[in-house]
């Protein structure tokens, strides 16, 4: 068999080609179906989003200098330090951000997700309110008795300063001297000689 001139292509086995390619997407399929089950594992239970039972410290480090060199850990180093995440934020917006933000949330065991209220724990929560109402009233009825006997008692202290005061003036007039008679003659009652009142 001779080849014909015009015939100088190369030939290519489709058959061949295909099953190479079938194997590859095979093999494609495995890899990434094995990627995922390594990826997922067991699903880890996160709790759902709660608020902070505790106050977020911004103001400890306000207005003080601190000296930092290599050998500071860094936890003492300049800025805000979350032990949780092992980092430190340098201003106290961010250091926000950060605590509020996913990673964080993530390192303390919470999901992102919020727990749905039901109508029952929205009347609890009213309750709750309502309850803490009362006793601040309470609080500020009491306080405010407080603080208007305390005005009472300066009140009646100040009262009683003026009175000794006026005596003290009737005192200090009742046993100067009349004037003599050449102070009167010149116009003046004294010579200066006398204490002055405070």
């Known amino acids: 068999m001779s080849m014909r ?3 100088h292509r190369r030939k290519w086995d489709k058959e061949e080609y295909e099953k190479l390619a079938e194997e590859r997407i095979k093999e494609e399929k495995l890899l990434k179906d094995e990627g ?3 990826k997922k594992g067991p699903p880890v239970k996160r709790e759902l989003l709660k608020t902070r039972e505790y106050k977020v410290d911004l103001d400890s480090k306000l207005g003080k200098s601190i000296v930092i060199n290599k050998n500071t850990p860094t936890s003492q180093s ?7 995440c092992d980092c430190v934020v340098k201003d106290s917006i961010n250091f926000l951000d950060h605590i509020n933000g996913k990673k964080h949330q993530r390192n303390l065991g919470m999901s992102m997700k919020v727990e749905r209220s039901s109508l029952d724990s929205v009347k ?4 709750q309110n309502k ?5 601040k009233k309470k609080d500020y009825d009491m306080a ?3 603080q208007e006997l305390a005005e009472e ?6 009262y009683r300063r003026e009175k000794k005061k006026e005596k003290r003036k009737i005192e200090e007039v009742s046993k100067e001297e009349p004037p003599s008679e050449l102070a009167s003659i010149m116009g003046f009652s004294g010579f200066g000689g006398s204490k002055k009142s405070k």
């Not at 309850?131 to 006793?135: A, G, L, W």
């Not at 008692?153 to 100040?158: I, N």
């Open 5 to 7: 001139p015009d015939d």
């Open 36 to 38: 995922e089950n390594r």
């Open 78 to 84: 300049g800025g805000y330090y979350c032990n949780v």
């Open 124 to 127: 609890k929560r009213f309750e």
């Open 131 to 135: 309850k803490k109402m009362e006793e």
């Open 144 to 146: 405010s008795r407080l």
């Open 153 to 158: 008692e300066e009140k009646l202290k100040e």
